[in-house]
């Protein structure tokens, strides 16, 4: 099912006021700037995941609703389970509105959690929207014993979950689950991207694996769930999905308003699922074009059928949605940062 919202209605309505109001001589400026130009969106993870079908799938169009139509490319640029991308595109990318990035939202929270490495601030980034809104959890491959979040929790031996970096879902999603329901986990870092951590566990690697959305298991393992060789064993958010089968519902474990509040940290970074971010300070009219043209592309008739095509979903949310749910992560009280960072084994 694809979904757009009233917001992207409301955006393209503004803008034709705009342009009748006088600001046809800005986009004209942007026109000439994007003639012959060329955009290229960074993905920060490997080809064949994820991030980088829906970046991929934008890339299709979105310059045919970019003033001038410039060329648009995409270039991988994995590590640190996307935050190589994130102080690329904060650092580095040229400020000129040729250069997007797409990374994770925990990545975008890192510097939250005192994360040195993390060189930007989130709530500068020029932020487009998000393309999917989703929800994670966890599967263990067909062959292991385990068909329940039970089964890890009543573990003998700590069972082997992989993930690909310290700041990634994998990683995130397995640390809640050892310190909030007593799960006994061993995590494995360091495969490259998605793609890598779904071989890992064909392969026998590993057990089982988070980071499982319900966008990367239509786009990315689509086979594999439905064959059932992946197979669901719990589910986060706070809605329970008819996709995540009978997996647990982890908020279904949780005791007091604290836990969930800690579990909303977490999950709620989950829900902005693919954001698009150009680098702060680009020129107003630039990104207002850009954003503008990202909501477009996200209603294109091509890029829905495409989407239905291949199986993923798309709901549009808007820069300022993007924007509220990042500065409420921010806003967190420090009792609650607390035990996040904890949960995360940092200082």
């Known amino acids: 099912m694809t979904v757009v919202s009233k917001a992207q209605i ?6 034709a006021v705009l342009l009748a109001s006088g600001a046809a001589p800005a986009a004209a400026d942007v026109a000439d700037f994007y003639k012959g130009k060329q955009i290229n969106i960074v993905v920060g993870y490997s080809p064949g995941g994820g991030y980088d079908t829906y970046t991929r799938l934008l890339a299709t169009v979105i310059g045919n609703h970019i003033p001038g139509n410039p060329e648009v490319i995409v270039t991988n640029m994995p590590g640190g389970g996307s935050l190589k991308a994130a102080n690329y595109t904060y650092n580095v ?3 000129d509105g040729t250069h997007l990035g797409v990374f994770s939202a925990p990545v975008a929270v890192e510097p939250l959690l005192g994360r040195k490495n993390a060189k930007f601030e989130a709530l500068k ?3 487009l929207g998000n393309m999917f809104r989703d929800t994670h959890g966890c599967v263990a ?7 329940s979040l039970q089964d890890v929790i009543d573990a003998k031996e700590p069972v082997v979950f992989g993930a690909t970096s310290a700041s990634s879902y994998g990683n995130q999603h397995a640390r809640v689950l050892q310190a909030m329901v007593g799960a006994n986990i061993k995590i494995v870092t360091g495969y490259r991207g998605i793609k890598g951590v779904g071989k890992a566990l064909q392969g026998g690697e590993v057990t089982a694996a988070c980071a499982m959305s319900t966008s990367t298991l ?3 393992f689509r086979e594999l769930k439905e064959s059932g060789q992946f197979r669901m064993i719990v589910q986060f958010g706070r809605e329970k999905l ?29 829900a902005i699922a693919r954001p698009v971010a150009a680098p702060p300070g680009i020129p107003a009219d630039r990104l207002a074009a ?4 990202f909501a477009d592309s996200l209603a294109d008739p091509a890029l829905l059928a495409t989407a239905k095509r291949i199986g993923i979903d798309v709901t549009y949310e808007t820069p300022e949605m993007v924007r509220a749910a990042f500065t409420e992560l921010y806003a967190t009280p420090p009792a609650i940062v607390a035990r996040v960072k904890k949960i995360m084994g940092r200082k």
Do not use: C, E, I
């Not at 409301?10 to 803008?15: E, F, G, R």
């Not at 850009?290 to 043209?293: D, E, G, Q, R, V």
């Open 10 to 15: 409301s955006l393209a309505t503004a803008a």
């Open 93 to 95: 990318a040229p400020k």
């Open 125 to 127: 980034f020029g932020w």
């Open 141 to 147: 491959w067909h062959k292991s014993s385990l068909k």
């Open 218 to 220: 239509k786009s990315s």
């Open 242 to 270: 008819p996709f995540m089968d009978n997996a647990t519902h982890f908020y279904s474990l949780l005791k007091s308003d604290d836990d969930k509040r800690v579990a909303d940290f977490f999950f709620s970074q989950s």
């Open 290 to 293: 850009l954003s503008k043209a």
